[in-house]
């Protein structure tokens, strides 16, 4: 699970709670080089020291980032390919199929597997040091054409690099700031050190997903928690029954 990064006026762009991301390099990237996931620390060494380092490291203003991305995108372009198949044709979306049969199977959980009322789905934006005030989200535009999966109760899938770093979570300008800057979709807790040891392990395709729980901004809704585990695991076993069998 994750947290998503909301746009408050694109609802192309908007990940809303119950939504899915596929960690894919950023559309726009400002550092030069690929990235499927950031962590970012408070910079803490003086300003002579700050130098790009051959890990992946990178120093921008006061803060340090840290990024991750596989030598090989197969897994990140099967992904694209199965979501535009599935936008073309219903009969292709089968992570939706396999969402619908898991909450049969787990009616007898003691966790609600089912998708929440959307209006549960609350989003708010800072206007000051600690004030904030409820916003609506952005509507569909009228002349949108093709499927919107939200219509069915299912998750849209947004593909773009996930991020994670205690200053984040702490401060909503800094999130924000951040996540535009990197094109971050999601956000995670202190996930880096899974990716750093993927990384150190040598793996050649690798990618991360999250189903978002909530927005990173304090508010904690545990209630989307089921459905967003599910959401993510039903893409991710699509993906690993798509992929060829190994030599």
């Not at 030069?32 to 051959?54: M, N, T, V, W």
């Not at 959307?118 to 499927?147: C, F, Q, R, W």
């Not at 919107?148 to 984040?168: C, E």
Request: aromatic residues 10%.
């Amino acid at each position: 699970m994750g947290g998503g990064v909301p746009h408050f006026t694109d609802y192309n762009q908007h990940v809303r709670l119950g939504d899915v991301v596929i960690s894919c390099p950023p559309s726009v990237n400002p550092i030069g080089k690929e990235y499927i996931y950031l962590h970012c620390d408070k910079f803490e060494h003086s300003p002579e020291h700050r130098a790009s380092s051959p890990n992946g490291e990178i120093a921008i203003d006061t803060f340090n980032y840290r990024t991750w991305c596989p030598p090989n995108l197969e897994l990140q372009e099967l992904a694209k390919e199965l979501y535009e198949m599935g936008l073309e044709n219903e009969k292709m979306r089968t992570w939706e199929k396999y969402i619908n049969q898991s909450m049969k199977q787990l009616q007898e959980q003691e966790s609600d597997f089912a998708r929440p009322d959307d209006d549960g789905d609350k989003l708010y934006m800072s206007i000051g040091t600690k004030d904030v005030i409820e916003v609506g989200h952005p509507e569909a535009p009228s002349n949108a054409n093709g499927y919107d999966p939200r219509t069915n109760g299912m998750p849209v899938l947004h593909f773009g690099p996930v991020a994670s770093g205690r200053i984040l979570v702490k401060n909503e300008h800094i999130r924000q700031d951040v996540a535009s800057k990197f094109g971050i979709k999601a956000f995670d807790c202190e996930f880096d050190t899974v990716a750093e040891s993927v990384f150190g392990n040598r793996k050649d395709r690798y990618l991360f997903l999250r189903g978002i729980s909530d927005y990173k901004d304090g508010t904690r809704k545990k209630e989307w928690q089921p459905f967003a585990a599910l959401s993510a695991a039903a893409f991710m076993k699509t993906i690993i029954e798509t992929l060829p069998p190994s030599d």
